[in-house]
């Protein structure tokens, strides 16, 4: 029998290169050749691909923005990194040498703390998981215990009694906001009466020194107004016992959430267009405690424990094509090497992704998938993008929050980070895996060797 031909079926594109749009514009995806004065290629030859890369300029200048838009709206404003955006040490380090203190949420992370220099009195512990002996060492240490549940509150207790120091600490309070859904996991529910009734236990108990509320309201948060009406609503709460218990309390933590650039699936606008300023969100948190019935001669210092907002926008990927095809349905798609186990904010950001030299004004609908064998490693599902060819370089931005921390050996080695100075030097602050570093912890029983 003779063998028929192959057949493709035809596919039809809208053709862009050297067409203008309505604007009499060229539709041409802009590039990243360099990240703080070095090239992109260069990076790539020196550190392998792919490899993070961090712009300590970026980090020191996005925080001065932000401090800025509290200080100048509030009379007493005070940062605390949040470790579990991003604990690399050197990152940590750069936050405390702008005058941060360290927000934790666990044993582990309470320690790099204090292993990165910081006072054990400028650490705030949060989360639910702190163990009998976490709550000793933070209360030995004078650092401040944010209190999650009853459980922990009768933990403390017990603790207060043979210790040789009170417990300082506060209470996390969750609240309706108007937001949805309600984080209402962690902390003392305001509406149901909860949270006033842990502030009246720890009053009435005389063993801790209660001293803070705190709230974390969300994460994200794309829209200023509920941080207001969280402010208020813990304003009134410090008011309430102030007047119960002539006890003033020392400082309101807001907690973080402020959302980054990115863009998350399923919007219309793309993030940078959308995100709030750190402008808005001190506007409407600086407004709501200002304009409570707060003693304005002793307004208590503004506590914000921002992460992503902070570091999203110094995170940068570089990288290389691995292959093009075709699938089935005529898409064009291309694989790189950088996987959603090194990219875990793939599942819910479309991240941008810019070649790193100039390329064809020629671009089609394209999906991108990393290197792992499995079906849900996908950069991006969709997006319009140029053809490169195997082996051109790429850079993925705002990959700075949680992928660091988020990160796991998955069927690849986990790369390089690179950070580079503000005197635009490049620093390797975390060497890249290799079979010996990740099997160093591994033990073989001796009958299978």
């Not at 200080?71 to 936050?95: D, E, G, L």
């Not at 149901?192 to 509320?213: F, Q, V």
């Not at 100075?421 to 290799?434: L, M, P, V, W, Y």
């Amino acid at each position: 029998m003779k063998k028929k031909p192959e057949y493709e079926r035809p596919i039809i594109t809208k053709i862009n290169a050297g067409v203008t749009d309505k604007f009499g514009m060229r539709a041409k995806m802009p590039i990243i050749s360099e990240i703080d004065g070095i090239p992109v290629n260069d990076l790539i030859n020196k550190y392998g691909s792919p490899s993070f890369i961090l712009s300590e300029q970026t980090i020191r200048k996005t925080f001065n923005d932000a401090k800025r838009a509290f200080t100048t709206r509030y009379p007493n404003v005070q940062f605390a990194w949040s470790y579990k955006t991003n604990y690399m040490n050197a990152v940590c380090k750069i936050f405390h040498s702008e005058g941060s203190w360290a927000e934790v949420v666990s044993g582990f992370e309470y320690d790099k703390a204090l292993s990165n220099g910081v006072a054990p009195n400028k650490i705030i512990f949060n989360g639910p998981d702190k163990s009998k002996e976490d709550l000793i060492k933070a209360t030995e240490n004078g650092s401040y215990i944010h209190i999650d549940h009853f459980d922990e509150l009768y933990e403390l207790l017990n603790i207060a009694d043979s210790s040789k120091k009170r417990p300082k600490v506060a209470i996390r309070v969750n609240m309706d906001t108007g937001i949805y859904p309600q984080w209402d996991r962690f902390g003392f529910n305001y509406e149901n009466g909860e949270a006033w009734n842990a502030l009246n236990r720890i009053m009435m108990s005389k063993k801790l020194d209660l001293i803070g509320l705190h709230t974390h309201i969300g994460t994200y948060m794309m829209t200023p107004t509920p941080y207001g009406v969280a402010a208020s609503k813990l304003a009134e709460l410090a008011v309430r016992t102030e007047r119960k218990f002539n006890h003033k309390i020392k400082y309101i933590d807001m907690g973080g959430g402020f959302a980054s650039k990115n863009t998350l699936k399923g919007a219309y606008l793309p993030g940078k267009d959308t995100c709030p300023s750190f402008d808005q969100y001190a506007e409407a948190i600086s407004n709501a405690l200002i304009n409570s019935e707060l003693d304005p001669n002793e307004m208590p210092t503004l506590f914000l424990e921002t992460g992503r907002a902070l570091i999203d926008d110094a995170g940068y990927i570089t990288g290389s094509v691995l292959a093009n095809k075709r699938l089935a349905d005529g898409r064009r798609s291309m694989i790189i090497d950088t996987g959603v186990n090194m990219l875990f904010t793939s599942f819910w950001y479309e991240h941008e992704i810019y070649p790193a030299k100039e390329v064809s004004s020629h671009s089609e609908d394209t999906t991108i998938y990393g290197p792992l064998c499995m079906n849900i490693d996908v950069i991006r599902s969709v997006i319009k993008f140029p053809s490169l060819q195997k082996g051109d370089h790429y850079v993925i931005k705002r990959v700075g929050a949680y992928n660091m921390t988020q990160w796991m050996q998955f069927i690849t080695l986990r790369p390089k980070i690179i950070l580079i100075d503000t005197e635009g030097k490049a620093h390797i602050i975390r060497e890249n895996e290799t079979n010996d570093s990740l099997v160093a912890l591994e033990n073989v029983p001796d009958y299978l060797n």
